[in-house]
């Protein structure tokens, strides 16, 4: 320990705030609120047996920072602020928390309910976070089962509606939305049942089916049926909704239960959420650096967590385990809840055994995370077969195919086809039109065709300045088509491949090395599968390589490039009947698809346009205009004149 950092230990005040431990570069280690901050902070210091973990980072640290504040729940709001904002190594945090959907209510005179995974401090109301999307997107379909709210994305204002500026659409009339867009609900009737949402989203189904029932026998009473039937069939899809919740207790109470399942590094926390006694959802939420905390640490972060971004807070508060600080906590919560809260560890009875529950759902969250991970980080034996067979410097886990495709020289396309780990990712194949492959005799060259795909896939490091700069002219490729240049910023595109398999011999294979090494990836693994013996060439070698025929490498080899022969004959195939449909009337100057269509469905075939044109000039002038009929005449003139000539 240096002497700056045993002076400030020592001058430690006995006072509530937070420390943070940081490194010598002055990055934060650790954040942690305290009672007493003297106590909490010489803790660690004292000569007692540690944790590996937390031995590793107390002799990490160098330097010593610490807020005063004026009691325990400020201190404990500011650690949870500065968490977030530095994220320490050695905090407990819930992994990819950004990333879970909320459902939202905007802030606007007629809010709009949709998802999203962005809360702004707008003013809008978020209900979640929600680690179940499927479970999301069943109470935003109960919502509008149940509730008449718009779907559009309109600026609602009192000026815009009274101005007429926008139409009701299919919603209004299929009785999915009252049309506020055009006044056909007050503002005020509108936002009640924006609050009536809310309750729902809260889990708030009984209180809400007795305050409709209340209104609707008002309704009634004062001979306003209309109203009161409307009331009647929402409380009638409130009550549908209602019976499918699971009733868990009779006390008509609101209930979160926690509940953390470990094992060695690994930690999953579950909440089950209950409502009026009845179980709305559960979430969980993978725990990041546990390892060397107690289960009571790792309980009270995911409590805290889990409320800094949760607009609701119930009554009471079912814990597995007693923790620290559980008084400071409740503070905290009844101050936003601005009412009782109540956290409780159950011992014995129903409670316990909820409880109980939460953990061994926890418990079966955890296994599947681990099962996922060793799955991921399973190898085939192809994929370990193949790095084998080629000599590869380290494994093929992401390998790339291209092949070319045509019939007769027409609609030249090629294809790219990506396997992870020796499955296909169809998510990342990618397929191409050739755009200016032609040999010297105007013939599609399929040498030419692989080096505009290979150049084309990786012409993005050209503008990170790794391609020589005469490329583009080499490959006379002078503009890449608009769906190209996206592709540049996408996934697939982005990702650089441990193997590039290429259908062909030894001519498409030197193709593509020769735009390797001009781009400056000459370092790539790259190979040739000629279709006639299956043979497999390298770059620089005239012979193809020795692979038994029974090697599961060369087999994986086989499918990725009869999967590229496939995408590249499909895409071949859409193109040429997508032609061979185009009218003749398309290429004529002037006349657009509309006018296409209507000369069409008039005439019948192109054949009888021409004949109306020689025949009868003044009823297609009078049917389709002056102008059309002019290009039309023009056109079958010079094609009558082409046909002489020939």
């Known amino acids: 320990m240096s002497e700056v950092l045993k002076n400030k230990i020592d001058a430690l005040p006995a006072s509530p705030g937070i420390y943070q431990f940081k490194d010598s570069t002055g990055k934060v280690l650790y954040i942690g609120k305290a009672k007493i901050l003297r106590n909490r902070v010489r803790q660690y210091f004292q000569s007692r047996p540690h944790e590996t973990r937390l031995d590793v980072m107390i002799n990490k640290i160098?330097?010593?920072?610490?807020?005063?504040?004026?009691?325990?729940?400020?201190?404990?709001?500011?650690?949870?602020?500065?968490?977030?904002?530095?994220?320490?190594?050695?905090?407990?945090?819930?992994?990819?928390?950004?990333?879970?959907?909320?459902?939202?209510?905007?802030?606007?005179?007629?809010?709009?309910?949709?998802?999203?995974?962005?809360?702004?401090?707008?003013?809008?109301?978020?209900?979640?976070?929600?680690?179940d999307v499927k479970t999301m997107r069943s109470a935003l379909k109960s919502i509008r089962d149940v509730f008449q709210i718009r779907s559009c994305s309109f600026n609602l204002t009192?000026?815009?509606?009274?101005?007429?500026?926008?139409?009701?659409?299919?919603?209004?009339?299929?009785?999915?939305?009252?049309?506020?867009?055009?006044?056909?609900?007050?503002r005020e009737d509108y936002n009640k049942m924006i609050n009536q949402v809310a309750k729902l989203l809260n889990g708030k189904t009984t209180s809400l089916i007795k305050e409709l029932n209340s209104e609707m026998e008002s309704y009634a009473n004062n001979m306003q049926f209309e109203k009161a039937a409307k009331l009647r069939d929402t409380i009638n899809a409130l009550e549908v909704y209602s019976s499918r919740q699971k009733m868990v207790d009779e006390d008509v109470i609101d209930r979160d239960i926690f509940a953390v399942a470990r094992e060695e590094k690994e930690a999953v926390g579950m909440i089950l959420k209950i409502r009026e006694g009845k179980v709305i959802?559960?979430?969980?939420?993978?725990?990041?650096?546990?390892?060397?905390?107690?289960?009571?640490?790792?309980?009270?972060?995911?409590?805290?967590?889990?409320?800094?971004?949760?607009?609701?807070?119930?009554?009471?508060?079912?814990?597995?385990?007693?923790?620290?600080?559980i008084d400071v906590?409740?503070?905290?919560?009844?101050?936003?809840?601005?009412?009782?809260?109540?956290?409780?560890?159950?011992?014995?009875?129903?409670?316990?055994?909820?409880?109980?529950?939460?953990?061994?759902?926890?418990?079966?969250?955890?296994?599947?995370?681990?099962?996922?991970?060793?799955?991921?980080?399973?190898?085939?034996?192809?994929?370990?077969?193949?790095?084998?067979?080629?000599?590869?410097?380290?494994?093929?886990?992401?390998?790339?195919?291209?092949?070319?495709?045509?019939?007769?020289?027409?609609?030249?396309?090629?294809?790219?086809?990506?396997?992870?780990?020796?499955?296909?990712k169809k998510s990342d194949y990618r397929k191409f039109k050739i755009q200016t492959a032609?040999?010297?005799?105007g013939r599609p060259d399929d040498f030419?065709?692989?080096?505009?795909?290979?150049?084309?896939?990786?012409?993005?490091?050209?503008?990170?300045?790794?391609?020589?700069?005469?490329?583009?002219?080499?490959?006379?490729?002078?503009?890449?088509?608009?769906?190209?240049?996206?592709?540049?910023?996408?996934?697939?595109?982005?990702?650089?491949?441990?193997?590039?398999?290429?259908?062909?011999?030894?001519g498409q294979l030197s193709s593509a090395v020769k735009v390797l090494s001009d781009i400056g990836l000459e370092t790539l693994?790259?190979?040739?599968?000629?279709?006639?013996?299956?043979?497999?060439?390298?770059?620089?070698?005239?012979?193809?390589?020795?692979?038994?025929?029974?090697?599961?490498?060369l087999k994986m080899l086989q499918r990725v490039r009869d999967e590229a022969h496939r995408f590249a004959v499909t895409y071949h195939r859409t193109l040429r009947d997508k032609n061979l449909f185009k009218s003749e009337l398309e290429d004529i100057k002037g006349v657009g698809k509309k006018t296409m269509v209507k000369l069409l469905s008039e005439y019948g075939s192109v054949e009888n346009i021409k004949e109306v044109i020689e025949n009868n000039y003044e009823t297609i002038e009078k049917f389709a205009g002056k102008k059309v009929a002019g290009n039309l005449k023009e056109y079958f003139n010079q094609v009558v004149k082409e046909e002489e000539e020939g």
């Open 448 to 506: 030419l065709s692989m080096r505009e795909v290979i150049h084309r896939r990786f012409r993005r490091f050209v503008e990170d300045g790794h391609v020589k700069t005469d490329a583009e002219e080499e490959y006379q490729i002078m503009d890449v088509p608009a769906d190209e240049k996206e592709k540049q910023q996408d996934v697939s595109f982005a990702s650089m491949p441990d193997l590039i398999v290429i259908d062909g011999g030894k």
């Open 438 to 441: 032609l040999n010297e005799v």
């Open 525 to 553: 693994n790259v190979i040739g599968l000629a279709k006639r013996l299956e043979e497999v060439y390298l770059p620089g070698h005239s012979d193809p390589q020795s692979i038994p025929h029974t090697s599961s490498g």
């Open 62 to 131: 160098a330097d010593l920072e610490i807020i005063r504040t004026d009691n325990e729940v400020e201190a404990l709001i500011l650690e949870l602020n500065l968490i977030n904002k530095f994220k320490p190594r050695y905090n407990v945090n819930l992994k990819d928390d950004k990333s879970y959907p909320y459902i939202v209510i905007t802030n606007e005179a007629f809010p709009r309910v949709f998802p999203t995974r962005q809360k702004r401090s707008d003013g809008s109301r978020y209900f979640g976070p929600y680690t």
């Open 281 to 325: 959802g559960k979430s969980h939420y993978a725990l990041d650096n546990v390892e060397g905390k107690t289960d009571d640490e790792v309980i009270e972060n995911l409590v805290t967590s889990y409320y800094e971004k949760s607009d609701f807070v119930p009554e009471e508060i079912y814990l597995e385990k007693e923790i620290e600080d």
């Open 158 to 186: 009192e000026e815009t509606i009274t101005a007429n500026k926008y139409k009701v659409c299919l919603d209004y009339h299929i009785h999915k939305c009252e049309a506020p867009c055009v006044g056909y609900v007050s």
């Open 329 to 424: 906590i409740e503070k905290w919560l009844k101050e936003r809840k601005n009412s009782k809260v109540e956290i409780v560890v159950p011992k014995i009875g129903e409670k316990a055994k909820l409880v109980a529950m939460v953990r061994a759902n926890a418990k079966y969250v955890l296994d599947e995370i681990k099962l996922a991970k060793m799955k991921k980080e399973f190898i085939p034996h192809s994929i370990e077969a193949l790095k084998r067979d080629l000599r590869l410097t380290k494994l093929p886990r992401r390998i790339e195919c291209y092949d070319i495709s045509h019939i007769q020289g027409t609609d030249t396309v090629a294809s790219m086809v990506v396997f992870i780990d020796g499955k296909p």
